[in-house]
Every structure is written in structure tokens, then in C-alpha cells.
């Protein structure tokens, strides 16, 4: 009888990921569920159809050998497919799981946004997701405003694109920087934005230890938000920087010495902390900063009043996203922009969704206007680009060695090398620093490049004085602009 179970209903279907996973549809009650096969959802179900079939237990070697040959089917005679985590895209179309216990999605097109049973795509169930709210039509994005203690437009008009962005499964997406005083809802607001697209039992969560335990959270969740940082190790910026971006990421699989296991992630992250935490200029230009203001005493609402309207408002600012999304979705394919920045897929889906709440051009300035302030907040506290804008405001041209300009250094009586306030101790720190603010450089029309001269091929620096200075970028649409 225990045989019998191997294909366990009529309407079960096999598959398996490009990693060689094994999953399992089945339909229950009406609708599709899609479970690992060694996971425990399919365990207890293979019991319960087994009791209800024999009136006996289930023996465990009988269900090891059961799933034994599930997953072998699966990998060798089943279809591979793509499993995904919240959000997913088919044939131009996005796919938001609802995670209900009726296994529904939300359908977003150009044409609009609708909830479906078994959608085309195949979602995964990780632990601590909770279920999205049923969207409403029509509701006006400004309600989500009063909800976010940002101090101006352009803080509100970065945020929701950033949740636009964050519907999307594929990136690139911007690190959603968040700071403010003690006090000024930076958890709650990191809270809601994840409640707006991926809702979690654990919404917010200390830093990792270590890459493994990133890449764990990124497996199991569409949305990554970190409380309460008072520093972001170099390490870990470097990870966050190609988890904005798509990265793959290998590591050794735990008690063996040659097999690895492989990750490719990409996922938007949301950072909060009193300070910039911030602070590398790759990272920062991959970034998004929000400064909360402070709240004063009469202003203060306890946090369950807070929640209690932000659920009953729910519904009707996601689907405002969701017509936002629907409406970028349009326009995305006629958008154009005159000079693309660091992170373009993230500005052409920006540009493109803008004009469902606001004029055009309404995204790009406060884009603009972002990583212009966060550009000078990096040059303004890393010594060596401080120095080398001094310098270049008296020269057109310099060249030299990196020790020459540790030494230029010296005689300017800034400091010494001893390590203090920064600045390297060697000139190969010295050179490696130079090329991780040389892009930062340019907007203030400084070139910096790197070459070799001579016949030993010394290694020379040259800065270069240019007068031209980046401009902001305006989006320019086949259409007419703003849909009625």
C-alpha cells in the first residue's frame, strides 16, 4: 500500500531547479500548492493520505524510500523549472504570491493587475512569510505619505519607487539607506515598506555574521531589512553591493572539503541606523538615503494606534502600487534618458512609473538631487578625496606616483602617516583608495586615471581638471507625457 503513494494523487507533477531541488505540485482543495520534496509539508501529507487510506502509521523507512524515489523522478525524468520567492516574471508579466492558503498570485501587465489561482510560474513557501493583503483599486499613493515621517517630497517620491522597484523579481534594486536620530521611526518605517511587498513574522533582523548567513536570508526572502546599524563591515558592503546588483556567490558546503554550494541572488535590502552606516563609494553609489526627521513629544503616536491604521490602509496603497506598476509596465518600452546613472534599470523603471503619480521628470530630479548629496556627504568624509579636490583647485593637471602624493600630503601638514584620520599609510592603500572614489571625482570634474611611464613602467597617476559637470538626467517618452 505504502507503494501506492509514490505518485501520491493523480494531479501531482514533478520538477527540479537548475540546482537539482526536487519539487512537488499538488492540488489541494481546489487549488495548486508547490512543496520540496524533503520538506516537511510533504511528509505529513504522505502520512495523513496513508492513515486515511490503511488506518495505520506511515513506518519511516517506508517514507524515506517513498521520497527517495519522488526526488529521483523529479531530477531525472521531471521538467526543470524556476522556483521564486514573492515576485516572479512571465511573458512580460509580473507575479506577486499573495502566500495565502489558497496558493493565489497577483497578474500584473500593461493592461492591469488581477488576483489568479496557479499562475505559470512557481512560488516557493519559506519560513516567516506572511500573506500580502488583498489589494483595492484606486487608492491615492499620498496615504502611504503620513505613514513614513520623511521630511520632504523627494524622500516620499525615492520611496515609493523604491517599493515599485522592489515588486519587480530581477533588479537591479537600489540599498534603501535609512538614518535619522534616535526616536524618529526608522524601524517603523523599514517595517512598513516590507509589510507593502514582502511581510514577514521577522521583518527586521540584526546584521550577519558572515556571508553564509546573507545569502541564507536572501534564499528565503524576497526583501532584506537590517534595524539598528551602527557600522557595515567591509565585507558585507561588498556582498550588498552585488546582492543590489545580481552576483553569484559560492561557498563551501558545511563538513566537506570540495563541494560548494552555488548561489546567485539579487534582492533589495533596506539598512537603518542613527548614522550613515554608508559609507564606500561602491556601495553608495548602488544606494538610496532617507534622513528622517526628529518627531516631537505632541507629535508621538503609539506604535498600535500607528499599526492599527496602517492595516486598515493596506489594501488600497498596495494597489496603488500595483497601478503604478501597471502603468510603468506601459510606458517602460518608450522611455529614454539622456544620461543613464550607475544603477539604469532602476532609473528607465523610475521614469517610466512616475507619471501614473506625479509630472515627469518628478523622479529623476529627486534621483538626481539624492546621489548628488550623498556624493558630497562620501567625498566630504573620506580624507584622500578631500585632499585631492584641495589640490586640483589650484592645478589643472597633476601627475605623479602615489608616494609623491603621500608626500604632497605631508607638506600640506594635514597629518601624518600614522593612521589617523584615514588616510593610507602606504601608497599601494593610497592607490586603491583613489580608484574606488575616482567615479565620485568625475562629477566634480575630476579625471583621475591610471597608467605606467618609462621603460621600468613606473606606475603614474594623473588627475586631470575638466569643466565639464554631470547634469541632470530628464526622461523623454514616445507618448504625451502623463495617461489621463
Not at 21 to 28: G, K, L, N, P, S
Not at 125 to 146: H, S
Request: charge should be positive; proline fraction near 6%; aromatic fraction near 8%.
Amino acid at each position: 500500500m505504502a507503494s501506492g503513494l509514490a505518485n501520491p494523487c493523480a494531479t501531482a507533477a514533478l520538477f527540479h531547479t537548475a540546482t537539482g531541488t526536487a519539487f512537488i505540485d499538488i492540488e489541494i482543495d481546489g487549488h495548486r500548492e508547490t512543496w520540496p520534496v524533503r520538506g516537511k509539508q510533504l511528509r505529513a501529507w504522505l502520512r495523513r493520505r496513508y492513515y486515511e487510506q490503511t488506518g495505520e502509521a506511515l513506518g519511516g523507512e517506508a517514507i524515506r524510500s517513498m521520497l527517495d524515489l519522488l526526488e529521483a523522478r523529479a531530477q531525472f525524468d521531471a521538467p526543470e523549472r524556476t522556483i521564486h520567492v514573492r515576485s516572479a516574471e512571465h511573458d512580460g508579466r509580473i507575479y506577486l504570491d499573495l502566500a495565502d492558503k489558497e496558493w493565489r498570485a497577483i497578474e500584473i501587465g500593461a493592461d492591469g493587475w488581477r488576483i489568479i489561482g496557479s499562475p505559470p510560474v512557481r512560488f516557493r513557501r519559506a519560513a516567516g512569510m506572511l500573506p500580502l493583503p488583498v489589494p483595492q483599486k484606486g487608492g491615492p499613493i499620498d496615504t502611504l505619505a503620513r505613514f513614513l515621517n520623511l521630511p520632504a517630497t523627494n524622500e516620499f517620491v525615492l520611496a515609493v519607487a523604491w517599493l515599485l522597484a522592489a515588486l519587480r523579481p530581477n533588479g537591479p534594486y537600489p540599498i534603501l539607506a535609512v538614518a535619522g536620530e534616535q526616536g524618529s521611526a526608522k524601524t517603523a518605517l523599514t517595517k512598513f515598506l516590507r509589510a507593502l511587498v514582502d511581510p514577514n513574522s521577522a521583518p527586521t533582523r540584526a546584521l550577519p555574521r558572515e556571508e553564509r548567513d546573507l545569502m541564507i536570508a536572501a534564499n528565503n526572502g524576497h526583501v532584506l531589512a537590517y534595524d539598528n546599524l551602527s557600522r557595515l563591515p567591509s565585507w558585507l558592503s561588498d556582498a550588498l553591493c552585488r546582492l543590489a546588483s545580481g552576483g553569484g556567490f559560492g561557498l563551501r558546503q558545511l563538513f566537506t572539503d570540495e563541494n560548494e554550494i552555488l548561489f546567485h541572488a539579487i534582492r533589495p535590502a533596506i539598512l537603518n541606523g542613527i548614522e550613515d552606516v554608508v559609507c564606500r563609494a561602491d556601495l553608495t553609489d548602488r544606494a538610496v538615503f532617507l534622513t528622517l526627521e526628529p518627531i516631537s513629544d505632541d507629535r508621538r503616536r503609539s506604535e498600535k494606534e500607528l499599526w492599527r491604521e496602517f492595516e486598515n490602509a493596506r489594501p488600497s496603497i498596495l494597489g496603488a502600487l500595483l497601478d503604478g506598476a501597471v502603468h510603468g509596465l506601459r510606458k517602460l518600452p518608450d522611455i529614454r534618458l539622456e544620461k543613464l546613472p550607475r544603477m539604469a534599470d532602476f532609473a528607465l523603471w523610475g521614469s517610466a512609473c512616475e507619471t501614473a503619480f506625479w509630472p515627469p521628470g518628478t523622479f529623476m530630479r529627486a534621483y538626481d538631487a539624492n546621489r548628488e548629496a550623498a556624493i558630497a556627504g562620501i567625498i566630504e568624509a573620506d580624507p584622500v578625496a578631500t585632499f585631492v579636490r584641495e589640490i586640483m583647485a589650484e592645478r589643472s593637471t597633476w601627475a605623479g606616483r602615489a608616494s609623491d602624493l603621500l608626500r604632497a600630503h605631508i607638506a600640506a601638514g594635514v597629518d601624518t602617516l600614522d593612521g589617523t584620520g584615514g588616510w593610507p599609510r602606504n601608497p599601494r592603500a593610497l592607490a586603491g583608495r583613489l580608484r574606488r572614489c575616482q567615479t565620485f571625482l568625475r562629477t566634480l570634474g575630476i579625471e583621475v586615471a591610471f597608467g605606467r611611464e618609462g621603460r621600468v613602467g613606473s606606475r603614474i597617476i594623473r588627475m586631470t581638471s575638466v569643466t565639464t559637470r554631470r547634469q541632470p538626467s530628464t526622461a523623454t517618452t514616445g507618448g504625451n507625457g502623463r495617461d489621463a
